[in-house]
């Protein structure tokens, strides 16, 4: 499992960015368990991540610090959708594609494809959200000395994998956050059925950021434990210091064992221009919310939101660096709004809960959870 561990440092989660580019520069080290025998690698590894917009990727490439070992490249390419969500329910899909393939002397090709479709409800500060998970993958050992003198050598195994999970996240005051998971995945693969079951969790505390996950698995050569903990911190603007250690898990597309690995990544952020700022933000205090709304029309003259919380009477917005908003004290509930821009009624695309009331108007819907 090197080569995952070692595209997966560096890959921390990020805030929605409209575009965005990581660059990427560390070591890692493997080597197999203690029952198993095998030489240990350390690797030099350098490649970059980027966003834009729904769109994601990354590019890594590692060459071999030591002569066991053999230099590899990999990559991600995805796109992500979603809707729904702000102050109330949402659904999202997630698609990528992973590749890599190791040189010399035994050349291990492979690519996977996956598919996440996801759910989540608020639940007071807190987020419920359910994930699925299911994708196929194909992998070849080549070998062209045969194993040592012999004629040429070539294994193909494919993959399917299905399964599902949840997560809680909770924020605990300013600054300090938590999150916890837990889900199960099953993997059909050439050399049987791979069960997999784990539970996890993580959070931030100012600049600092922190995983945790433990993953058991039932695998036909036995029973395996995969250890993860990650930590990053920020240290100045656009730098970060990444790193991963614990105990992989195994390959269902190679076959092989668990190994134990670790690693330390520099990161430089040189471009992060951010996203639209949602349109709700919710602020939850005693038996009130407190709301921003917040509407970019640069282009308008006079903007106003005007919904149940109003009896339908016209609010105005204020305008501040070309975006509109207002802040409203609102009790639990659910609400129907828009917007009167310039005169004309208004609802954007990104609005949550878009739906057609009575009269054949478009509106926007609020959920203010209660407390």
Do not use: C
């Not at 299911?134 to 050598?153: I, M, N, Q, W």
């Not at 108007?361 to 209660?370: D, E, H, I, S, W």
């Amino acid at each position: 499992m090197m080569i995952a561990t070692a595209m997966s440092i560096g890959a921390t989660e990020v805030a929605a960015q409209d575009a965005s580019l990581y660059v990427d520069a560390g070591v890692s080290h493997a080597r197999p368990p203690a029952d198993v025998t095998g030489d240990p690698a350390t690797y030099a590894m350098l490649g970059g991540r980027f966003v834009l917009g729904p769109t994601f990727g990354s590019a890594y490439g590692a060459q071999a610090l030591d002569a066991n070992s053999a230099d590899w490249l990999g990559g991600t390419l995805g796109a992500a959708w979603r809707t729904g969500g702000i102050g109330g329910p949402g659904f999202g899909l997630t698609g990528s594609v992973v590749a890599f393939t190791i040189g010399r002397p035994t050349r291990y090709d492979a690519a996977t494809a996956r598919l996440v479709p996801e759910a989540w409800l608020p639940l007071g500060a807190s987020t419920l959200r359910l994930r699925g998970y299911g994708g196929l993958g194909r992998s070849e050992v080549a070998d062209p000395d045969g194993g040592g003198g012999g004629p040429p050598t070539s294994v193909i195994s494919d993959l399917w994998a299905y399964g599902g999970g949840l997560e809680l996240a909770t924020p605990l005051s300013a600054g300090l956050s938590t999150h916890a998971w837990a889900g199960a995945e099953v993997y059909e693969a050439a050399d049987g059925t791979f069960l997999a079951g784990y539970v996890g969790g993580g959070g931030n505390l100012g600049r600092a950021r922190w995983n945790v996950r433990v993953k058991y698995w039932d695998t036909p050569g036995g029973d395996e434990l995969e250890l993860r903990a990650t930590l990053s911190i920020g240290l100045t603007r656009g730098w970060t210091v990444e790193s991963a250690a614990g105990r992989a898990g195994p390959d269902p597309l190679l076959g092989s064992p668990a190994g134990i690995d670790g690693g330390l990544t520099l990161v430089w952020q040189p471009l992060a221009r951010p996203a639209s700022p949602p349109l709700i933000a919710l602020q939850p205090s005693g038996d009130s919310t407190t709301v921003l709304i917040q509407l970019e029309r640069d282009d308008a003259e006079s903007v106003s939101v005007m919904g149940d919380f109003s009896a339908w009477e016209e609010v105005a917005m204020e305008r501040r660096d070309g975006r509109w908003m207002i802040r409203l004290a609102l009790p639990p509930g659910i609400y129907h709004f828009g917007f009167r821009v310039d005169g004309a009624w208004y609802v954007p695309d990104d609005a949550p809960g878009r739906v057609t009331d009575d009269y054949g108007q478009l509106n926007a819907t609020l959920v203010v959870p209660g407390p």
